[in-house]
């Protein structure tokens, strides 16, 4: 049977690994054990063996442009030799550059390198299939799977009134919502300024923090800011849906972006979602018909968006909308999908 290294072998803030190898366990061996060990049986194993790759940046970028430089050959070299030794490897394209990336031009070429020793690539997006044929011309095929999710993304919701009063929340005022990673790209400011202009909302920014200078800015443009609140930390789902149910609609700002689980989630969740108009976005939001959509880092757009959205009187039907297109997205789907791109490209013994 075949066995996939996905690399990393865990997320610690995100279940897509959990969600789809729980899948892929059913037709193929996953091994996710640490790097070390996967690396190993990489290198000496026999029979088909497959690298997934899902983010590396984490072990390439550095603040030193040498270090960089030194961390992305030793990688670049290692799947040179990986693929010298059989191993088939494949990249599913989250970020198309990493976030927040202090050497832009080291790991555009870095990308390159890497796409020239992969097999196979996926995308979630045809705007970023579009961005990699523009930019790198890859000599391998590309296939658009989609972002799986569950039926119930986190678990069972309760009522408004319910989350409301659990979360302390009032419950005659609009509350939006962003839930995520609070990190630079996703865009903050422009939401926190958007919410000068809407006084008789509530803001409540929640997720966990990967960037803590970037939380003590925020903290600084929302010191006067009233009806704004920050939760900055890991919700575990039941928490999650107890914002989510809470919520009138979820905000993503993002100033750019590749791919959006949360967005996918919501979704899936019946949630009204407000986007930014950035082309992997505009693929799953169409405005006024499976959400809304404003000119990017636009904050008074924002605010005349969400006032919409607000007051839209087909609200249920957009978000029902947005529901029924992900109805042949979910993980079970997805996991067939990547079955028939691993098989492509190593067939089963």
């Known amino acids: 049977m075949t066995t996939i290294y996905p690399f990393p072998p865990q997320l ?8 789809l190898y729980g899948e892929l366990a059913h037709t193929f061996t996953v091994d996710r054990r640490s790097p070390r060990r996967s690396l190993l049986a990489l290198i000496v194993g026999r029979g088909p063996r497959i690298l997934h790759l899902h983010f590396f ?21 290692l799947l040179m030799f990986l693929r010298w030794r059989g191993v088939t490897i494949v990249w599913t394209v989250h970020n198309a ?37 523009e930019q790198y011309a890859p000599q391998v095929p ?42 630079r790209y996703k865009g903050l400011e422009t939401l926190i300024e958007a919410m000068a202009l809407l006084p008789h909302m509530h803001l409540i920014i929640a997720g966990f923090a990967a960037d803590t200078d970037y939380l003590s800015e925020i903290h600084r443009h929302t010191a006067r800011r009233i009806n704004v609140t920050i939760r900055p930390r890991f919700l575990p789902d039941h928490e999650a849906a107890l914002y989510l149910a809470a919520c009138d609609m979820l905000i993503l700002p993002y ?95």
């Open 97 to 133: 550059l990493p976030h927040e990336c202090p050497h832009p031009a080291i790991a555009t070429r870095t990308v390159a390198h890497v796409l020239a020793q992969c097999h196979a690539v996926s995308v979630h997006h045809h705007a970023t299939r579009t961005l990699l044929m």
């Open 255 to 349: 100033r750019a972006i590749t791919t959006s689980g949360m967005l996918v989630n919501a979704q899936a969740a019946g949630i009204i979602c407000v986007v930014p108009n950035l082309p992997p976005l505009l693929e799953q939001v169409r405005d006024a018909v499976s959400g809304f959509v404003y000119p990017a880092e636009n904050s008074s757009a924002l605010a005349q968006t969400i006032e919409r959205a607000m007051h839209h009187p087909e609200r249920a039907s957009i978000a029902a909308h947005a529901q029924r297109q992900l109805a042949g997205h979910t993980w079970p789907q997805v996991a067939q999908l990547f079955t028939t791109m691993f098989h492509s490209v190593c067939p089963p013994s």
């Open 12 to 19: 610690n803030y995100s279940p897509y690994l959990d969600d």
């Open 142 to 183: 590309i296939h658009v799977i989609p972002h799986g999710h569950n039926v119930q993304p986190f678990g069972a919701m309760p009522s408004r009134t319910d989350a409301r009063y659990q979360l302390g929340l009032p419950a005659d005022k609009p509350v939006l919502l962003y839930m995520g990673m609070i990190r």
């Open 57 to 77: 940046d984490a072990i390439i970028q550095r603040h030193n442009k040498v270090a960089t430089w030194m961390r992305s050959i030793a990688w670049i070299a």
